[in-house]
């Protein structure tokens, strides 16, 4: 079974750091443009980082760029979602995901989904 499971999230003060990880198992993701989501209840979800297969492309909201880095370990079929200088709106529930298109952008375009993780970020 195709599975991603985040881990990593909990609560930060503003001003703080977490690193969020993405633990693939099943199938190999290793030709997958991976992609980190976030929601708010009563928003849509929303791209905030995406990385290439090759980890040569990547992609950031404007809200999060300079802040927040997107990695990815093949070998360990895992993706990392680093996130320094973290302010209170970007409290939300962070969601991996992945596809075998090429930039995907909208959350219709990701067929593989983990189940989320919550990040809170406290003023």
């Known amino acids: 079974q195709d599975r991603l499971v985040e881990s990593g999230g909990g609560l930060v003060q503003a001003g703080g750091s977490l690193k969020l990880s993405c633990a693939a198992s099943?199938?190999?993701?290793?030709?997958?443009?991976m992609a980190w989501f976030r929601q708010v209840p009563g928003k849509e979800r929303e791209l905030v980082a995406r990385?290439?297969?090759?980890?040569?492309?990547?992609y950031y909201a404007d809200s999060v760029k300079g802040r927040f880095a997107i990695s990815r370990d093949s070998a360990k079929n895992t993706v990392y979602l680093q996130m320094i200088s973290m302010k209170p709106e970007d409290t939300a529930i962070y969601y991996c995901a992945a596809d075998l298109r090429t930039n995907p952008y909208y959350r219709r375009e990701y067929l593989h989904w983990g189940q989320g993780t919550q990040v809170t970020v406290s003023s």
């Open positions: 990385i290439s297969w090759s980890g040569g492309g990547t």
């Open positions: 099943g199938r190999t993701f290793s030709r997958y443009t």
